[in-house]
């Protein structure tokens, strides 16, 4: 036998002995756990994501083919494959326009991922020469210039370096995996133009792709020069040609945002409900256990137990529902995010970037110090009314 | 003189009426006296003993232990004070169900500030008590008796110089009636105080002195 | 009684989500054209399923512990297999974004643990009981 029994014994052995109760309690701050945890982790995902996406998307105004807009917004945010082309002119039509500091375009072609799978993956070829949205950050990954035969990819599309991979029958070697970015980037291959052209060159690609030669492009992305403001060099693009859409990035940024705070207040106000009822219903569960041993508290201050112990007593027993639920909880959630983040990012219409270690940590204090801040509250009302009694009506309860 | 009860009296109110549960109370305990109070339900016993023990505060009068007037205790005083002074047996049923029959002993040692092991003490108390098998059992395991017999076990563990027992025999039968009063004399001879209540004839075997209490106040 | 019923229950309940589940409630990607990784992964994860079920069985029919906690190992063992199966063992899809590596190898490991996980928690009571005896 232990030589003694302390406080957190005594309580764990209390918690113990009433299971079903406790199961009851601790199944409440699960779910509160859970979901809290689930929705900062999502939450928190998505910022970092948008903001990602803000630092990557590098130009002020993006042009594209009239009509597809949303393929387009698709292709960037979550990688969805889209196959729009417009003439390459484009580019230097656009140069001359006023305020226009610098141009670069890109081509997005759709590809069959690899021989196991029948989806399509976005492939998206752009001018080293002038590129300034993927070039930078390539160059962050991997130091030196592609050649034609060399791509760099997304990191979710299960890639390594050095890898051997074939697009329309042309051989490739990947050159570096990228970062993540939270992005559609993420799910995307990198080709220079070069190596574009070989693809487009190729038999397979002929009876695929819409486009025979690389006279054609998808986007092209300005940067304005200082001074100009953004949206009267947008309008006036849009005033001066036809059969182009011109967007505004952080206005497109502004769309995707918007529809994060909506998630946000929704989560929110589920988290702050949750809260509520978590606290009532643990109150009240834990008034009525502690109303019950009244007479178990009277027999513990009868053999000189202080209102100090007794009060430590409860509010162990507390903490160990609390962090026992918490723990549970946050593990669970955990558990099913870890294993269903692809799934999750995939269906998100929003950026979206997994959280590090460190903010994982961040997360599971703030979701800790809620719940055991509950579980304090839980215990409030009780100790009120047991300081308040004195060792024979704690007796005689139960009489 | 162990215990001295001086004057003591202790008022409540009911329905907008004042009575006494126990007015100008006298009453001196020596070191291994058996004391006997006995009256009907309602004459006062458990007010006084739980004056005596310092759950509640005389409104008058002073209780004096070991020449200390406990009054001026604070809570926590008071509650070392019943820890290590007090063996309290109380009416009915006053195991902890949570805890194994050893546990329930050394629960009152557990509270304490003591840290020495106290696991043969227990095994000692055990044995005069007659439950020495039952050491890891759970209360409900346990008949009426056997669970008295652990909560006089558990009033001795600190080596308290006074027990007081509310009516230790109560609903339990004759033999286990008569083994309970043998052990508090035995306790009595052992040189604690021993003061108990009673409705049971049995205690003018074994008490050395017996008081009648009646609405609050003893019979001479 | 109440320890058979509760096991049987939970793995047969268990085994069907891993023999059924890849097929209907978090299927596999689509084998029209060709027949990938991921095919063969869950046709064993159906062997396993059927496995599952059967030790279920088994535990209602057998009142001896000893016997019970053999189960319980051995299941401990098939749900560690049953995560190799789609991990190592045979595999999947090489693209995350594929629904075998988004959903169904998920749930399927998720599922896994949760067999691992509470026949662990079997085991140690079923051990107290045998030393209480």
Redesign the interface.
């Known amino acids: 036998m232990k030589n003694k029994l302390t406080v957190f014994d005594i309580a764990w052995k209390n918690v113990k002995s009433r299971a079903y109760r406790t199961g009851v309690m601790t199944l409440f701050i699960f779910v509160l756990a859970a979901t809290l945890f689930t929705c900062m982790v999502m939450l928190t995902s998505m910022e970092n994501g948008i903001e990602s996406t803000s630092k990557r998307l590098g130009a002020d105004i993006v042009v594209v083919p009239a009509r597809y807009y949303s393929s387009i917004e698709n292709a960037l945010f979550t ?1 969805e494959p889209c196959t729009v082309y417009f003439d390459k002119s484009w580019v230097e039509r656009l140069e001359e326009v006023e305020g226009v500091e610098s141009t670069s375009s890109q081509l997005f072609l759709a590809t069959l ?2 021989e ?4 399509l ?1 976005q492939l998206i070829a752009f001018d080293e020469a002038d590129d300034f949205v993927v070039s930078p950050w390539i160059k962050e990954n991997t130091a030196k210039s592609m050649t034609d035969s060399e791509v760099v990819v997304g990191c ?4 390594h370096e050095g890898e051997e991979v074939t697009y329309y029958g042309v051989d490739f070697t990947v050159a570096g995996v990228l970062e993540q970015s939270g992005m559609g980037y993420d ?1 995307t291959v990198f080709v220079n133009l070069d190596g574009a052209r070989r693809i487009i060159q190729s038999e397979s690609a002929k009876n695929f792709l819409t486009i025979q030669n690389d006279d054609f492009i998808s986007m092209v992305n300005l940067k304005v020069k200082d001074g100009y403001d953004i949206e009267a060099v947008s309008n006036a693009i849009a005033t001066k040609y036809e059969d182009i859409a011109v967007y505004i990035t952080s206005k497109m940024l502004g769309n995707v945002e918007k529809d994060m705070k909506g998630f946000s207040t929704y989560c929110k106000i589920l988290s702050v409900i949750l809260v509520l009822l978590s606290t009532i219903a643990v109150v009240s569960i834990f008034s009525i256990t502690i109303n019950e041993r009244k007479r178990e508290f009277g027999i513990f201050i009868l053999f000189g137990t202080s209102k100090k112990q007794l009060i430590e007593i409860i509010v162990i027993e507390a903490a160990i529902i609390t962090v026992i639920g918490t723990l549970a909880g946050i593990f669970a959630s955990g ?2 995010m870890l ?2 983040q ?2 999750i990012s ?1 269906n998100m219409a929003i950026p979206y970037l997994e959280l590090d270690f460190v903010g994982m940590l961040v997360i599971l204090l703030k979701c800790i110090l809620i719940t055991l801040g509950m579980g304090c509250v839980s215990t409030i009302y009780s100790l009120i009314n047991l300081g308040r009694s004195n060792g024979v009506d704690l007796l005689k309860e139960g009489e | 003189m162990l215990l001295a009860v001086q004057n003591v009296s202790k008022r409540y109110k009911h329905k907008d009426m004042d009575f006494f549960a126990v007015k100008d109370m006298n009453l001196t305990v020596d070191n291994g006296e058996f004391i006997a109070i006995c009256g009907p339900s309602g004459s006062g016993k458990s007010t006084l003993f739980h004056m005596i023990s310092g759950l509640l505060k005389p409104d008058s009068g002073c209780i004096n232990f070991q020449n200390q007037d406990i009054a001026n205790k604070n809570e926590l005083e008071m509650a070392q004070y019943r820890n290590a002074e007090i063996g309290y047996v109380l009416q009915g049923q006053s195991v902890l169900k949570n805890f194994t029959v050893m546990e329930n002993i050394c629960m009152p040692f557990y509270m304490s500030n003591h840290a020495n092991d106290i696991h043969n003490r227990a095994l000692e108390l055990l044995k005069k008590v007659g439950m020495e098998q039952y050491a890891n059992s759970y209360p409900d395991q346990l008949s009426g008796g056997e669970m008295r017999r652990v909560a006089i076990a558990r009033a001795l563990i600190n080596n308290p110089k006074l027990i007081i027992a509310d009516e230790p025999t109560s609903n339990l039968d004759k033999e286990n009636a008569i083994y309970i009063m043998e052990f508090l004399k035995q306790i009595s001879e052992a040189g604690i105080g021993v003061i108990i209540s009673s409705h049971d004839d049995l205690y003018q075997d074994y008490a050395d002195r017996v008081i009648t209490m009646n609405r609050g106040q003893i019979n001479e | 009684m109440k320890n058979r019923i509760i096991n049987a229950l939970f793995h047969i309940l268990t085994g069907v989500l891993l023999a059924i589940g890849p097929y209907t409630l978090f299927q596999v ?2 084998t029209s ?2 027949i ?2 991921c095919w063969w992964s869950v046709r064993a994860e159906t062997g396993i399923g059927i496995l599952i079920v059967f030790t279920g069985i088994l535990s209602w029919i057998l009142k001896n512990k000893e016997a019970r906690l053999a189960l319980n190992l051995n299941n401990i063992a098939t749900g560690i297999v049953a995560i190799l199966i789609p991990s190592w063992l045979i595999g999947g ?6 629904l075998c ?3 169904t190898f ?2 399927i ?2 599922i896994s ?1 949760v067999i691992i996980l509470f026949n662990i928690g079997n085991l140690i009571y079923l051990r107290k009981r045998i030393g209480n005896e």
Do not use: Q, W
């Open positions: 990688g991922g690899a196991c799978c029948e989806s993956t979710d599309l299960g890639l799910h558990a099913v294993f269903f692809n799934l995939a | 990607c689509d054209e060709k990938m990784k899809c090489a693209k995350e974004t594929m590596r988004s959903l998920p749930a490991y998720i643990m």
